[in-house]
């Protein structure tokens, strides 16, 4: 008998992937070498469909197994991390291990407090799409959106790649490879900017140029301010620490001081006494400042106003901590450490007052847990008091200790600064759902008072037509 290509249907969902290879049928319907090449199968209305051979379906493992392996060897790359680079850490004597660890701790611990921000934000994602608020609307988001599984996908990867590569210049450094240490944070810096700019439709093209777009509004506030705008304002607010840390360690690249002691002096040009320090933990502040003004001059609003002399309560916290490297050590305690103190308090207290009373919405604090189907969350958080209370007592004590990253004289313990600015991105990402949902709940009514309004002039109009008609 011959053997004939068998052609599907045009409009058949079961159409073969190209590059597959094609399968002989004999003329009579029967397959040529069906154990291996699979059969075509007829159903009730007489359309063909191609069914695949059973040895194939049988080798295709399983999501959950696929799952299993890949959390196995993140385990296996974490030990193998922690293993080499503690090995590493203890060759170096004790003289320099720790200044050693403080000038690595400088170049990655930015990348790293931004993974964390990438994974808390995805968390944010999810809980928005399970209690059904539009966050894509809030946004202004288009249908390429990155969803929560996507972002937290490229925060498992920022996770893998940020450590590796941290590993890899301690192993390098204490092994006496110190040209090839300096140039790890190098290289991860110089990847990291060649993503985000990178032109082609690869690596979420439409995110990442959505993200530099609003990044450009706020430095340059040229336009009417949207809520994407102050809302990831806001956040950088909270990784101002990020950016000064960034500033040293370019500074350092730039210098090549990386994995030498010529940064060790306080008053080199990326020393700890550096101008550039309190230049750069002010630009957040000053970048919403200069938001709440333009939104003042598009709205005449007097609230933004006050929002904007919160924001500027940020800058004598800043200056007044630097003086004192620049000021004898008795003018420094006499008269500024107690205008630092007072600043600093009053710039807590101002922004706690703002969160509780402006940016969130207490009559439905907690319907952000509401989720449309049955979840252990919103058993836990939906209409508990305690929730309330505890966002509200973390957020007033997180506001307090957040004045301690601000302070240039107070930075000298890394581990210090790192735990407080890692609890900074907390409580922003506790704010962000209340926040969020505050917007969304005024989307709502206004929609709803235009959808209200709508009706009343439905009902005039139809009024109106029935007295005309009585009137004829």
């Known amino acids: 008998m011959f053997g004939v290509l068998a052609n599907a249907p045009i409009n058949s969902p079961h159409l073969r992937k190209s590059g597959s290879r094609p399968v002989v049928f004999d003329i009579d319907g029967e397959a040529g070498n069906g154990a291996e090449e699979g059969f075509l199968q007829t159903d009730a209305n007489g359309v063909k469909s191609f069914v695949p051979p059973l040895n194939t379906v049988a080798i295709m493992p399983s999501p ?60 944010n994602l999810w809980v928005f799409a399970q209690a059904n608020v539009g966050y894509a609307k809030i946004f202004d988001l288009n249908q ?39 140039s790890q944070p190098v290289l991860l810096y110089i990847a990291v900017l060649m993503i985000l700019i990178f032109p082609f439709d690869i690596f979420y093209l439409s995110p990442r140029y959505y993200l530099l777009r609003t990044l450009l509004r706020i430095v340059l506030p040229l336009q009417a301010i949207s809520f994407p ?84 309560t940020a800058v004598p916290v800043i200056f007044l901590s630097a003086l004192k490297y620049h000021v004898f050590p008795d003018r420094w305690t006499n008269f500024y450490r107690p205008l630092w103190l007072l600043s600093a308090v009053l710039n807590s207290l101002y922004s706690f007052y703002w969160d509780v009373t402006r940016d969130w919405d207490l009559s439905c604090f907690t319907r952000i847990f509401k989720f449309s189907r049955p979840h252990l969350c919103t058993y836990l958080f939906y209409g508990r008091k305690w929730v309330y209370l505890c966002v509200i007592g973390s957020n007033l004590i997180l506001r307090c200790t957040w004045t301690y990253k601000l302070s240039a004289h107070l930075r000298h313990n890394y581990l210090t600064v790192f735990a407080i600015t890692a609890l900074e991105i907390f409580r922003r990402f506790q704010w962000a759902f209340f926040r969020v949902e505050n917007e969304w709940n005024k989307i709502n009514s206004k929609s709803g008072l235009q959808l209200s309004s709508n009706d009343m002039s439905n009902e005039e109009s139809k009024l109106l037509a029935s007295s005309e008609h009585h009137n004829v």
């Open 144 to 182: 390429d959106h990155l969803t929560h599984r996507e972002i937290w996908k490229c925060a498992t990867w920022m996770t893998i790649v940020v450590p590796t590569s941290m590993t890899a210049y301690l192993y390098l450094y204490s092994h006496g490879e110190v040209s090839l240490a300096a």
């Open 229 to 312: 705008d102050f809302f990831l304002a806001d956040i950088l607010t909270s990784m101002a620490k990020v950016f000064s840390d960034l500033e040293r360690s370019v500074c350092r690249m730039v210098h090549r001081q990386v994995a030498t002691i010529a940064w060790f002096e306080a008053d080199s040009v990326c020393g700890s006494h550096s101008i550039a320090i309190p230049l750069v933990l002010v630009l957040p502040y000053l970048f919403r400042l200069f938001q709440c003004l333009r939104q003042y001059k598009d709205t005449g609003e007097k609230t933004t106003l006050f929002n904007a002399l919160k924001y500027s």
């Open 64 to 123: 959950l197994m696929l799952w299993r392996f890949k959390v196995l060897l993140f385990f296996v790359w974490v030990i193998i991390c922690c293993k080499v680079g503690w090995d590493s850490v203890m060759r170096m004597s004790v003289d320099l291990r720790d200044l050693f660890l403080y000038e690595a701790f400088l170049y990655y611990n930015p990348l790293l407090l931004v993974t964390m921000m990438v994974w808390f934000w995805g968390v």
